[in-house]
């Protein structure tokens, strides 16, 4: 073989091996693609159409990946053998989460009163309570800013002043004098022919007529305490004549003008105390059971009229920057050294207790520095003016529900330990260091004070 044959040789090893490995690597691309193809087509072909041991394997998952499938796939499990919890579980924050959107959406949203075609202000509100009280001045500003004319009932010059001090054109004293009969008759013909004229806002504008919307009464929270045995006729009368009789009388008074407009009635009252029913708190017990009686006996009878009478349920609230300190309930300590030396060794040890305990949970101070926001209060008010179907019974402020629940549910006995309360003996009253004991706790609640 001469060489030029042996280099053709060479030449043509060259190219098949080059051949080989090009259709080598044809051959396995194409093998790689049918692959891939065979294998989407696996995933994806309907369950029914391949055997499971045709499918492929799914992919491994990421360590993390496969922790939280680990997790679900457990979760899963525990729901498939306790599906009776798992619907509790489900309802029970379902309901939650909707009642805390609603009540969100409640406090939040805007609450104005109805206006003229004018644009001037129609409704109006009465206020039948002391215009030195706390609850009386938050409430009567609020209403004004919302867009009500507001008038506060006065018996006096005096509280005609303090009216006339909050500078609010539309928040107007009324000046009704219960003692006086006629009197009383001339003003509420004198409001009425107000209700009734037509009104010009400005010039040029067209007449309108004003709209009672409603009456709120609001009778004093300051109760006397004490055992019985301290609390004299008078307080009794002056308890009695202040908060039930006047408040009663001033109901009479407006309640042809209230069934004349179809307006409502809006009673306030403490709740705390008439719930618990508390020992040395006879006042007020006896008051707010009245006065509870006096409502659904009104409610009764202006129902088969179609007018909702609606009791408020007050609990404690946050007084403390509305008008001056001296509109605020007293917070000083009992003051039992008055007492008859008899009196003061059978009750003092409890009532210094009871005291102690209630003025550190913000019990017995309705008009504090502790408790809810007024607002709570502004905005419930409102909603009883303006709602179409009000409820009877509004519970506002901390603690109206709480424990108008424990004084219905809760053994008196178990309460009355909770406030401090121990049985004394009439060995143990006599004995003189009492009053060394409750000295010393008067100055301990003097210095918290």
Request: glycine share 6%.
């Amino acid at each position: 073989m001469t060489s030029d044959d042996q280099h053709f040789l060479d030449v043509l090893a060259e190219y098949s091996s080059d051949i080989r490995r090009f259709t080598g690597d044809i051959w396995d691309a194409s093998d790689k693609h049918f692959a891939s193809v065979a294998s989407l087509i696996k995933r994806n072909v309907p369950a029914g159409w391949l055997p499971e041991h045709a499918r492929p394997p799914p992919p491994p998952l990421p360590p993390h990946l496969a922790r939280n499938a680990a997790y679900i796939h457990r979760l899963q499990d525990w729901v498939s053998r306790n599906r009776a919890l798992t619907a509790a579980i489900i309802a029970f924050l379902g309901t939650g989460g909707y009642l805390l959107y609603r009540e969100k959406r409640k406090s939040t949203r805007k609450r104005r009163a109805r206006r003229a075609s004018n644009g001037a202000r129609r409704e109006v509100v009465v206020i039948a309570g002391p215009p030195s009280s706390p609850i009386t001045k938050s409430l009567s500003l609020d209403l004004e800013r919302r867009g009500f004319i507001v008038y506060i009932v006065c018996a006096d010059i005096e509280e005609e002043q303090l009216v006339q001090d909050q500078s609010r054109a539309d928040v107007r004293p009324l000046h009704l004098d219960i003692a006086d009969v006629l009197g009383t008759q001339e003003a509420m013909d004198r409001f009425n022919n107000l209700l009734l004229r037509p009104h010009i806002a400005f010039s040029g504008a067209s007449p309108h007529n004003l709209h009672f919307r409603g009456l709120v009464l609001v009778p004093d929270l300051i109760y006397p305490s004490g055992p019985i045995e301290t609390v004299s006729p008078e307080l009794w009368s002056d308890a009695l004549n202040a908060k039930v009789l006047n408040t009663i009388a001033v109901a009479q008074a407006f309640l042809p003008t209230i069934c004349e407009f179809k307006a409502r009635v809006l009673m306030m009252t403490p709740s705390i105390v008439s719930s618990l029913r508390p020992p040395f708190h006879s006042v007020e017990t006896a008051v707010v059971s009245a006065l509870e009686g006096f409502t659904a006996s009104m409610r009764g009878e202006l129902g088969t009229l179609g007018i909702d009478v609606c009791q408020f349920k007050l609990g404690t609230f946050d007084c403390s920057n509305v008008g001056g300190k001296q509109h605020l309930q007293s917070l000083a300590g009992p003051k039992t050294h008055l007492w008859p030396a008899t009196t003061r060794n059978l009750y003092a040890t409890n009532f210094v207790n009871q005291s102690h305990v209630a003025r550190r949970r913000g019990l017995f101070n309705q008009t504090g520095s502790t408790g809810s926001s007024l607002r709570e209060l502004h905005n419930a008010v409102f909603d009883a003016l303006t709602q179409k179907n009000p409820r009877r019974t509004w519970r506002v402020g901390r603690g109206s529900t709480t424990y108008d629940v424990v004084g219905n549910w809760v053994p008196a006995s178990l309460v009355g330990w909770m406030l401090g309360i121990r049985r004394v003996t009439l060995s143990q009253g006599s004995e003189p260091k009492l009053e060394d004991s409750v000295q010393s706790w008067e100055q301990v609640d003097e210095t918290a004070v």
